[in-house]
């Protein structure tokens, strides 16, 4: 089955100015394919180059990259799989339900990301609200199904469906309620969007 790995664990965190430091958390997927899911932001950079060497993977060695959503801490560290196919929802005038990106070659393909297999025990699952680009990825593992939510789930807090999120953070307070929802409905574990790995209480 496949394997996950936290590479890169998110932070989000506000001063007393509430000046925010912010990181996405970005996570290796090893299957028949070697997945980065969020490369994130380019403060991030170094960190993630040396998670990966620790993995035994270069750049180069990653097959897929996707992107849960587009915000920029997530996405700005794509440049260093620019040999790989970048994988992410695409929501525009024809609302095509997914495509690959090839940064090198400037090539892109369309095709039906919930349908189509990105790797072995590996699923992407649509869970719009905070952005309505936003995807999620579940992955069976040996330890039970892993959901990496994205912001999603951006922290621990919001785990507790209890706890509504500020309406300036998210594009659709509905539909970022009725995702995590369906995430924790499914997940055994979650991997935030802005923090590590936490165990769902069932």
Not at 22 to 32: A, E, N, P, V
Not at 103 to 118: V, Y
């Amino acid at each position: 089955m496949a394997e996950v790995k936290v590479l890169v664990e998110g932070v989000m965190r506000f001063d007393e100015n509430m000046v925010a430091t912010i990181g996405c958390t970005s996570t290796l997927i090893k299957s028949d394919k070697n997945i980065i899911v969020d490369p994130g932001s380019f403060v991030n950079k170094d960190k993630l180059i040396e998670a990966l060497s620790k993995e035994g993977l270069k750049p180069e060695d990653i097959n897929y990259v996707i992107l849960t959503h587009t915000h920029i801490d997530h996405t700005a560290n794509m440049i260093l799989f620019n040999k790989s196919p970048i994988v992410l929802r695409f929501i525009g005038e024809s609302d095509y339900p997914g495509q690959f990106q090839t940064i090198d070659q400037g090539k892109l393909r369309r095709f039906d990301l919930i349908k189509e297999e990105i790797a072995k025990d590996v699923k992407i699952i649509e869970t719009p609200g905070h952005a309505m680009d936003c995807v999620s990825v579940l992955v069976k593992t040996n330890d039970g199904n892993i959901v990496i939510a994205g912001d999603c789930i951006p922290i621990e807090k919001f785990m507790d469906l209890k706890n509504e999120p500020d309406p300036r953070a998210v594009q659709n307070v509905s539909k970022f309620n009725e995702s995590r929802k369906k995430i924790l409905e499914i997940a055994d574990y979650v991997i935030l969007g802005h923090g590590g790995m936490v165990k769902v209480k069932k």
